[in-house]
């Protein structure tokens, strides 16, 4: 998860990475269903139903052309929000919140149509999500995708 300003050393960094991986990778992203299936099958999620977090994410995706080029012509963002409660498998995200998040809720959105998912709260949690969703040809083609990809997966020691 991006938390820091993006230098020109990072982006060299990133670079890097994507130059290292972009041809040993393959695609193998999750859909938007299957990250919101997993995230119900880990944690205990509240379901929310706020509208103006959803129209954030939409106007997200839509304005981010990599995102609003997953949906298919004509189609609409479909967004479900979530907070993931502090208790059972939660409780781990909660313990190992950044500095930044301390005392606040998790937040989760995943727009079921092109696989954008957004979390706040937990850089822990958005790096588990990279890591599970995985790239598609167009994402490889992305320095900053692999990089993020990459860095996550090595976060988990996948790789």
Known sequence: MLMEEATPDKINEWKGIWKEYKNILVSN???GEE???YLKERYILRELND????EI????????RVYANKL??????????FIV??????C???????EIYKRTEIFIGVDIESGFFH???SSLLWDELMAFKGLDEEEIQNYFSVAMYILSLKRFQII
């Open 51 to 54: 509208k103006k977090a959803k």
């Open 85 to 90: 409660e502090n208790r059972d498998e939660g």
């Open 92 to 98: 781990c995200l909660y313990e190992k919140q950044d």
């Open 119 to 121: 979390v706040e709260g």
């Open 72 to 81: 298919s012509e004509g189609q609409s963002p479909k967004i479900l929000t």
């Open 29 to 31: 992203r999750r859909t």
């Open 57 to 64: 994410m939409k106007s997200n995706i839509l304005k981010n």
């Open 35 to 37: 990250l919101v299936k």
